[in-house]
């Protein structure tokens, strides 16, 4: 496994990690958490990533016992979570960055994670009601009280990650050092385009979210939906056109034709293909199967391996699908 | 009930909210307390506000009493406390803003209260005799060590807010985020006029007291003094004056006739039209009685009835009675 | 008793305060330090002033047990100490302002004490081998932590706290509130001349020492050095010279004569010149007897008394003996 | 035994101080390294160093034992610890000085050396992968969590500390007090030219490590490689080539006639020589034989006796050899 470091920050990141979005939980037990967990671990995984709302909780709870049974030194792994949404609904709970949530929900997490301080907290989504001044004067808090060790942000817009940063340098507080935002090869103007000029400005480092958009880049869904896959779950019906689109299937077909040249499934192509990116820091892939983990893994080494050339034909192979 | 911003801050406060001037712990006991806590939390109201000199501790340690049987989550509900009087007399424990007196009032009203923190703290009136700088890092350390999130001012000169809000910037400490003046009907020059420039400014917030001008926008002083109200009370002759002031009471009767055509009560009307100001964040209500608070929370709907004509026809009733 | 602004800070100190310099631990045992601390506190005295040297540590630890005994509420009392000369010698605790000795030495100060925090902290003497900056970010820490409420210098000239009050200014830390020098009829130049500027400049507050000049100002030296004098104990040779300086002893009977007139002793004529200085915030007094104490309390009412006239007498009947 | 001002810092070093680089927990033994340790401190020592990967946390462990049983008060003595190379491998906890690994070095340190606190804290060597803002910003908390009192640097570049100094400056951290390079007199530019300026600009302090140039400035290495020292154990390979140098043997050779006339070893004259730099605070020897400390606590006696000619003549000596 190759480390890669939090943009400009001295934390170093196994390039690939290990996200938890809706499957600790729901899908997984504890049992397969932890193992899950160990296979990553072992296969140099270092960053476990989760947050507050992921399985309302739960995926903060199984992941801690996960590694109270796993004992690894504190040292070794590096644990996320991410606040914005809530468990509960109501006014300062939900949909919010203010002070009074953000102090709370911290508590809390740590608590379900069994751990003192998480090393990586994040601004789940932006939170327009809130100034992002008491939003950085919040997240420096929990860094002063030793809660966590570097704050970020997902999905924010470029000005207001750079909003947040010059606040914290003008009032002399911990500064956002990251930010989680999605990527993959349909999505890519935030990372692209949007951000270009803060990983010199401010050395933002990034965690990429959804590196298969959802599964589309599997192929798993170029024959309609399967009744295993997340799609069929209740309450993610609107992601089912996206993951049914004609045209990205069809774009899916021939990257799988590419990968196929290069021994590698197309799910692999797509997350190789993301590390290429000198801005990555570190690719989050899921994880609710522990063969998955071992397949994810074998990206790094596909990675090395993937010439100008090949960059160029999958580059054109996805065109204007992208956006 | 609605929910609106403390000012500029991301803190969502009910619309109407609950105080406790001199009611708890002296006229109301624990049960009748906690009962008005229950009905109000009932009704959405989130934000009950406290102070150290209320019924000389006594406010806060009902309140504490009552809030620990309810075992509400704690992000639900926001209470605040006001530092200033002090509960006995001495030179650093009365009439002052100073580092010491400060620091040893929150330990002791968190102790009444039995909680961690209080989520607004408030200097309850400006102490000429103490520096602005002294009392901001007082409440700034009250927020580093975690015993309060916000803190704010009670009937402080705009010169007065602005000079703390400029000395916290330059120290890069907590700013104060919101005032609690008195706003009613007839009270309104503060709130309309002198603080204008801060709402913009600074982005003040406003939990405003004395709705109902102690109790004259009731009506109940029409005819003189009831036996039972407040202004009977023995300590409060000043008052008396005031809530039988005649053209006051005539005035009060004309907004009963434009209340009644709303199938409200001049209360409600007094209430409600408070509400039609943005800058203000919350409107502080009594809750002597459990009856009352039902009636109250009755203003945040109406004020969704008050045309521009029906306000403008209250504005010419009250003409220069207000100051 | 009058209680004056402590500078420009909030804190209120009586004008007339306690000291115990060389007293407790050394001449007078427990019981008489309790009493004396109750007789003074019943006189309306609300500040004790305190100092690790003062009897290698005794003089807290008579203290302590006495606050503990007497059980005051804890906002009716302020408590000093003060550090320089430590009470062991060596390198790092001796002579020192440095931050070792000074965090070390707090948390041993308040063990002495019983204290949670002591009110008013004191650099005892400049120390020129340490960096101001390193001394105020000490002093700052220990106020940070809630050891201390309000930090000054004792026997500092104007430029060292001018510097540290600049340093504290730039680096957003607390500032020095007070300063705690020598000041008596005979001992004028640093109050009057070399801190002028420092009153408005920095609102430095004063807590003079010495205000009968170590007993020259009581007459009693008059006739030479009695048996039970301080000055006839060991150690304090270098002092008898001073105090049975010939000229100064003359114009001590000289003082008699005014005071005498005014029904009041030349010690106590020479407390009330001394709180005519609106500068000076207290002036701490002895108190080796009980009855001492009631005498000294007499003088905030004989100040009144002192006319213009009167003090321009006092002036020249000094005239030339200041330094 | 004479003290010296750590650079501008008000802390007071022995200017001979004990350090156990492999020593502890290697070759010697619980029982001598508690000897040697109240031996040192006996003569006057009161500085003795760490780090965290001297002996993989024995030497720490050892100490830490060895302080315990001695029970000195803690004002008297000043230990320190150094963090970058870690004791296990891993992407976080070696080679880095990043927040993460130093926040969690710390408490492990302090949890073998059995103290609340370490006097000095280092940072071993430069991490040119973790931005200096992120290093400054985990030292100032540490020593704000009072973990540690000083901070420095071990071997950065003038650059770099002036880098470090500034960052603190400007967001008011804690700034860097020492810096610990090799100095002898084979291995002079560092602290001679490159530091030139930080002496006079921020006061740098110096520490300063292999006095004796790893044994060669004994002088036994004259005839080969003894079987006993250092350079004979497995990993010193590398060491052994500089300690056979044999033109350095030979002016070590010609020192050893000075240092005789002077009745000195050759080691003592090195010594001796290093403390006649006034930008030393302390020169930290070895202390791998109880006998040892004896021996070079004379070279504090030795430096009072070297002439200007005597320093010439030295300087000659080693002429152009050293780097």
């Known amino acids: 496994m190759n480390y890669r470091r939090l943009g400009r920050s ?38 476990f990533d989760n947050a507050e709302v992921y399985a309302g909780g739960q995926s903060e709870t199984l992941m801690g016992d996960a590694l109270k049974t796993l004992a690894w030194p504190r040292l070794n792994y590096i644990v996320s979570t991410k606040f914005f949404w809530g468990i509960d609904k109501g006014p300062n709970r939900h949909h919010t960055l203010n002070r009074k949530y953000l102090l709370d929900a911290i508590d809390h997490s740590l608590k379900r994670l069994q751990l003192d301080y998480v090393d990586l907290v994040y601004c789940h989504r932006p939170d327009p009601r809130t100034p992002i ?13 030793g809660k966590a060790l570097y704050w970020g942000t997902s999905e924010w817009s470029a000005d207001e990650i750079r909003s947040a940063y010059d ?58 939906v399967p009744q295993n896959s997340r799609a069929a779950l209740k309450g993610y019906e609107s992601m089912r056109e996206e993951l049914t689109h004609p045209e990205k299937n069809r774009a899916v077909g021939e990257l799988a034709v590419i990968a196929r040249e290069l021994d590698a499934s197309v799910g692999q192509l797509a997350l190789a293909w993301i590390l290429k990116n000198p801005h990555v820091s570190t690719v989050i892939t899921g994880a609710s199967r522990i063969e998955q983990i071992g397949e994810n893994m074998k990206a790094a080494e596909l990675a090395t391996r993937l010439t100008p050339e090949i960059v160029e034909k999958i580059e054109q192979t996805v065109g204007d699908l992208a956006d």
Chains 1, 2, 3, 4 share one sequence.
């Open 133 to 145: 001044e008491e939003t950085v004067w919040a997240m420096h808090d929990m860094i002063a009280r």
């Open 167 to 224: 606040i914290a340098e003008r009032h002399h507080l911990h500064k956002p050092v990251m930010e989680q935002p999605q990527y993959n090869l349909f999505h890519r103007q935030r990372v692209e385009k949007e951000y270009a000029r803060l990983y010199e400005d401010i050395g933002l480092g990034l965690t990429t979210w959804s590196p298969l958009a959802s599964g589309l880049l599997t192929g798993k869904y170029r024959d309609g």
């Open 10 to 47: 001295g934390l170093q990141v196994s390039e690939l990690s290990i996200g938890s979005w809706v499957t600790y939980g729901n899908q997984v037990d504890a049992k397969a958490a932890r193992e899950s967990l160990a296979a990553a671990y072992d296969a140099g995984v270092n960053f």
